[in-house]
Each structure stands twice: as structure tokens, then as C-alpha cells.
């Protein structure tokens, strides 16, 4: 098993930035691309952005040249940057990781338990 914390969520105003940690742990497992997704009340859970584990980084329109996506593949560790915030960045923003078992070599899809950015004056 796969477990991912998010953290760095929290209240800002429109201008503002946050940036988010995802830590993954457990053990057997590589993991491989991981992603960001938000949910806000009342939509669907959107995504926001992806990474690979050589680095390579795809992103929503609606947050190209806001948000940057990066990892630290030595400490099992993805961030969000998010800068230049909007009211329409506000959600619940989850964690995303692709991981491969050891022993079986078959991938799974991990989510963790949702950090809320709330981007109000």
C-alpha cells in the first residue's frame, strides 16, 4: 500500500500563493507519475496538474504560467506552487500517485485524503 499526505492548504487572498507538499510512504512499491486534482463545491474533480518521475510536467489551461508542479524523487515528495491565486482556485486539491508493485509488477492509482485552498478577501 501506498499512502500520500497532503498539507500546505489554507486561507489566501486573491493575489496571494500557497504551496502544496504531497508526501508519499509505504514500502514494495515504485512510484511513478503523480498529480494534482481540485474539486470544488458543487463540480467535478478536475486536474490541475501531472508529473512523471523523469520530470516531465503537463498542466489545466487554467493554471499555465500560475502553478508549477515539481517532485523530489529521493524524499517521495511532490509540491504545487501556486502563485497569482484567483477565487476560482478554490477547492479541495488532492493528491495523485501511479505506483508500481515490486513483487507483481502491477500499477495502481493512490489518492490522498484532500487539502482545502480557500482563495477569498
Known amino acids: 500500500q501506498v499512502q500520500l499526505v497532503e498539507s500546505g492548504g489554507g486561507l489566501v487572498q486573491p493575489g496571494g500563493s500557497l504551496r502544496l507538499s504531497c508526501a508519499a510512504s509505504?514500502?514494495?512499491?515504485?512510484?511513478?507519475?503523480m498529480g494534482w486534482y481540485r474539486q470544488a463545491l458543487g463540480k467535478e474533480r478536475e486536474l490541475v496538474a501531472t508529473?512523471?518521475?523523469?520530470?516531465?510536467?503537463d498542466y489545466a489551461d487554467s493554471v499555465k504560467g500560475r502553478f508549477t508542479i515539481s517532485r523530489d524523487n529521493a524524499k517521495n515528495t511532490m509540491y504545487l506552487q501556486m502563485n497569482s491565486l484567483k477565487p476560482e482556485d478554490t477547492a479541495v486539491y488532492y493528491c495523485?500517485?501511479?505506483?508500481?508493485?515490486?513483487?507483481?509488477?502491477?500499477?495502481?492509482?493512490?489518492w490522498g485524503q484532500g487539502t482545502q485552498v480557500t482563495v477569498s478577501s
Open positions: 495523485n500517485a501511479k505506483a508500481k508493485a515490486y513483487y507483481s509488477g502491477f500499477y495502481s492509482y493512490y
Open positions: 508529473i512523471t518521475s523523469g520530470g516531465s510536467t
Open positions: 509505504g514500502s514494495g512499491f515504485s512510484i511513478n507519475a
